[in-house]
């Protein structure tokens, strides 16, 4: 079964610093999607960024970047210059074909004016 | 251009009551899902369904059903609402190629009580 480890339930970060969230996941398929999303308090879930486990690029977004590490199985979140306005919880979440989104239990971020 | 839209926002129910939540998209999405997310927990999937007219079990089905009669919407059944039922659910769609990302709903608060 795949599972999706978030070990960090809570991190804070100063404004205009650099915090990096944690996830690890376990699965033996070979091809397979990796994500992470932010629910504000609004609740809305929106995705931050994505990757193709197939890629060896890490993923970019803006100030948002990943350090994927395949054979570890690590896939962490960083985020650059944070503000105010990212304070949510964030979920990393693993899907290989099609369907099934598995998530991590969040972590939530707070952003220390 | 709505997105994913859920109704209702918000419901409060007895035990053994029944209600219906739909999910409605606009963006010609083949497959659709519904998740539930519970506290400290992070989201979990119900059912899901590849195109119109099929359905298929996710991770925690029991106690709920499914619809798919339209392409656009994806309706969620409790025929006897129970207080473990009690969480936020979210709807969520995508296109049909493997590599395309969720998108979700701003979610529905429902209390069993």
């Known amino acids: 079964a795949q599972t999706v480890t978030q070990s960090q339930p809570e991190m804070s970060v100063q404004e205009a610093e650099t915090v990096t969230l944690s996830c690890t996941y376990d699965t033996s398929e070979s091809d397979y999607y990796l994500f992470w999303y932010k629910q504000p308090p609004s609740r809305q879930m929106i995705l931050v960024i994505r990757?193709?486990?197939?890629?060896?690029q890490n993923a970019t977004e803006n100030r948002f970047s990943v350090n994927f590490q395949k054979a570890a199985k690590s896939f962490s979140l960083k985020i650059s210059d944070s503000q105010l306005g990212d304070a949510a919880m964030y979920f990393c979440?693993?899907?290989?074909?099609?369907?099934?989104?598995?998530f991590g239990t969040g972590t939530r971020l707070t952003v220390i004016p | 251009n709505a997105g994913v839209t859920q109704t209702p926002k918000f419901r409060v129910l007895k035990t053994g009551q029944s209600m219906t939540l739909l999910c409605a998209q606009d963006?010609?999405?083949?497959?659709m899902y519904w998740y539930r997310q519970d506290p400290g927990m992070g989201l979990r999937l119900i059912h899901y369904s590849v195109g119109e007219g099929t359905t298929a079990k996710g991770e925690v089905p029991d106690g709920y059903n499914v619809s798919r009669l339209k392409k656009q919407n994806f309706l969620l059944g409790l025929e006897s609402a129970a207080p473990s039922q009690t969480s936020v659910y979210f709807c969520?769609?995508?296109?049909?190629?493997?590599?395309?990302?969720?998108?979700f709903g701003p979610g529905t608060r429902l209390t069993v009580l």
């Open positions: 979440a693993y899907r290989t074909g099609a369907n099934n989104l598995f």
């Open positions: 963006m010609n999405h083949e497959y």
């Open positions: 990757q193709e486990a197939y890629k060896q």
């Open positions: 969520a769609s995508k296109w049909a190629h493997k590599a395309d990302t969720q998108y």
